[in-house]
C-alpha cells in the first residue's frame, strides 16, 4: 500500500492490521483450522524441498526402473503395496518403474503453483475490472458486465482443453496451465469487486474524498481497495481449492503438464485402469489430492465465517459501521 | 478380423492402430494351461453365441466392408472366391478355396488370374450362385456411394481407375470375364502374386443384381454364408443373424457354424467387455470379443486367477510399431544420427511401456516375427535388450555431435494405442544415458495421424505403426518404401521418402512370383537390406490377449486376424 499522509488513510492503515489481528487469532482458536493449516504447511513445504526429499530417498522422478516391474503381467510392480521398498518408500509406477514418492512430491509442485499462481491472475484481473466497472462511465460497466457474463456462461473446461491443444508445445505447460485457469475464473471476482465498489462508493469518505478533487485511481487506491481486501481474500480462499482440482482434472484428461514431468491428475490419469491391480497407486495421488482440497477448503470456510460481510463491517474504519453495514446499501450509510 | 474402419486407404494405417489392434487383437486358444470345463467334449450345434465388441459393425455391405481374409462377423455372411485357413497359428495364414475350388490359376506372368466356382452353391433364397454374382459384387464396391472397402482393386484391375460402378451408366468391366456361370477370368494391370489374398476380401462376394437396393443392401444383404441377417439395429450397433437353411456344410470347408444364433451387441467399453466376459454371468458365459484385448493392468489381475487365465488365448497379428524418421529434416538426414537412436534405444523400456512381454514383442526387424511375412532375423545395430549408450555415443562422434544432441519425438496424445506419451517417455528415458535429449511433442490423434502423413508437414522423427491388409510381405513393405507410393497430395506412409530404383525393382520382380513361400524368402531378404538404413527403428511387434466366455469351446485363432475366430467356436 501507498504511503498514507492523511488522517483518515492513518486510521486506515492502522485498522485493518488490527482486524488481522483479530482474525488470525480467531482462527488458530479452530481445532480444525489449525489442522488444516498444517496439511497446507506441510504440503507447501514438501513442494518447495521436493529435489531435495527424493535426494534423500535417492530416487528421480524420471528414472525408468524396468527390473522392479513384472513384464509378463502387464508391468504389474513386483513385491507388495506396488513395489514399497527401501528404495521406493511408496513403490513404483506400472508400466514403468519410476518411484511414486518422487513423482507425488515433484508433483505437488506443479499443482500448487498452478493453483495459487491462477488464483493470483484470477483476482488481479477480478479486482481491476470489478474496480473499473464499479468506477468507470455506465458504458465500461456495460462492456466488462457483459464480458463478465460471457466468461461465466463459457463452458470453461471445454474453452481451456481447447485452449491448452492450440498453443505451440514449447510454451511452459505449468505456466500456461496457470494463464488458462487463471483468464477462464475471474468472473465471479469481477462480480464481487464490482458490486462492492458500488455500495462503498456511496459512503460518506469515498464521497468526500471525491469532493475534494481524488481522481478515480486515487479513491480506489486509497479508499476502495483497502475495504475490498476482506470480500476478495474470501472469495480468493475458495477459489484455490477449485484450482487445485482444475489443474488435476486438465491434467488428467492429458492436455496438462508434459510427460515426463509429474503432476497428481496426470498420475491419476495414467492410475485409473489400476485401482483394481495395483490400489496404492491410485490411492496415494487421490489421497494428497484429496487432502489438498479439504485443507485449503476448511481455512477458506474459516477465512470466509470471519471476514463475513457483517463481521467486516465491525472491523471496517472510516466508517461508523451503521445498521446494515456497508455491505448493503448505499442508504445505510447516508 | 473386421475392421470397421473409417479412414482412407491402406488399413488406413497408422490411423487406424485402433482399428487394427481391435481387429487383431485377439485372443487364442492354445496355451495357458489348457483347458477350461468341458472343453474337451466334442462341440455340438445350438445354442446362441454372445459377441461383446466395442466398434459396431456400422458397415455391413460387402462393397463397403474394409476386412482382412474377409472379417469375422462378415465372413459368417458373405463367402468370398478364397479366404484364409481357418486354423490355429501359422497354419491360419494360409489363403484357402472358399467358393472357387483352388485359390486361382495365375496366367501371363500373374497378371491373368481364372477361377471356377465349386458345384451346389447357392443363396440364402436357395438361387444359384453364379460368376456374374461376383463380378457384379465387385462392380459395385467402384460406386462413390459404396466406397470404403481396400484400395487395391482400382489399382490392379485393367480400367478400373476411373471406374464409376454399374449404377451410373450401367458400364460393366471389361477386366472382369465370365465366360461361363463357373468361370471368372481377372485381368490385371501388372503382375500380382499376392492375388489370391484379395480374393478373400468381402467385395469378392456374389451380390444377385436383382436384390441389390444400393445403399440399403447393408440392412439386409443376400447371404451366401452360413448365417443370414436377423436384425440390424442402430446401424450395426445390435446385429442379430440366424441359420441361413439354405447353406451347405458340403460346400463350405472352412466354416464350422456350430450355435444357431449369433447375437453381436457393440458400442461397448472395453473394461466393461473384460468384467463381463470374466464374471460370465447368464449369457455372457457363452459371449467372446472379437475386438477387445486384456489391457496389462487387466492381465496383472488374470496372473493370479488360474480359471481365468485358462480362458485367455493369444492371438498374433502382423504388426509393427517403429520410430520413423524423416531423412529430409535435419539432423536425421545423417544416418549416423538414426544408428545413433537405434543403439541408444531401451526396448525393454518400451515393450513395458506397451504392456509388457505378454503384450509386446520387442523387434529388431520391421517384418512381423512370422513366417509367412518373410520374417527374417536380423539386428543391423545390435545393442541388446536396454540398448548400448556407448555404441551410441561412438555413433554421435562420428555425427559431429561430440556433445550430444537434442531431437524432437512427435506422438499422439492418445495413451494406449502404441503412439502415445507411454512410448514417446519409455523412448526419451531410453536416449537419455546416450546423451540424446528429447523433447515431445504431442498431437492430438487425428492431427497426429494427418501431420504424419503429410510430406509437407511430417516431422523428423515420431512414433509410428503398419499392418498389412494380408499376411504377406507385399502390403508389409510395399506402402512403407516403395518410391512410387509417395503419395504428395494426400495420405503418405512411406515415411522416409525413400525413392530407391533398387528397391523399387526388387517389389515389381516379387509381385511376379506367385509362389508364397519364394515370394516371402525375397520379401524377409528386402527388409533386411532396408533395415540396415536405419529409416525405421523398429521397436515391437504386438501381442494379443483375449478372454472368452467359460462355456466357449474349439477356439481357433490364426496368425492372419490374430482373433478368435467365430467361425469356429461352439458354445455347447
Redesign the interface.
Known sequence: MAPRETRAGEARAAAPAAGGRQVWRRLLARRTVRAAGLVVVLLVLTAAAAPLLTAVEGQDP???H?DL????????PTGSFGGVSAEHWLGVE????RDVFARLVHGARISLLVAVGATLVQVAIGVLLGLAAGLGSRLLDQLIGNTTEVMLALPSLVFAISLM?VVP?DFSRPLLLTLVIGLLGWAGTSRLVRAQTLSLKQLDHVAAARLAGATRWRIARRELLPALAAPVLTYAAVLLPTNVVSEAGLSFL??GV???TSSWGQMLS?AT??F???PMYVLLPSALLFATVLAFTVLGDAVRTELDPRAASRLRVGTTGGPGGPGTTGEAAA | MSRPTSTPRRLAAASATVALVVGAAACGPKADGGGGTGKDAAPQRGGTLTVLNQNPQDQFDPARLYTSGGGNVPSLVFRTLTTRNRADGAAGTKVVPDLATDTGTPSEGATVWTYHLRDGLTFEDGSPITTADIKYGIERSFAPELSGGAPYLRDWLVGAADYQGPYKDGRTLDSIETPDAKTIVFHLAKPEGDFPYLATQTQFAPVPKAKDTGTKYQDHPVSSGPYQVEKNENDGAHLVLKRNPNWSAATDDQRKAYPDTIDVQSGLDPAVINQRLSAGTGADAAAVTTDTNLGPSELAQVKDDKALAARVGTGHFGYVNYLAFNPKVKPFDNPKVRQAIAYALNRTSVVNAAGGSSLAEAATTYLPAQETFGYTPYDPFPAGATGSPEKAKEALKEAGYPDGLTVTLTHSTDTGKGYGPNLATAVQDGLKAAGITVRLEALDSTRYSKTIHTVGTEPGFFLSGWGADWPSGGPFLAPIFDGRQIVTDGYNFNSAQLDDASVNDEIDRINKITDHAEAAKRWGALDQRIGEQALTVPLFHPVYKRLYGKDVRNIVISDWTGVLDISQVAVK
Open positions: 524420471t528414472s525408468y524396468n516391474l513384472d513384464s509378463a503381467a502387464g508391468g504389474v506400472p508400466g514403468t518403474g491443444a508445445t492429458g492436455v508434459k510427460p515426463p495414467g485402469t489400476w483394481r491391480a495395483d
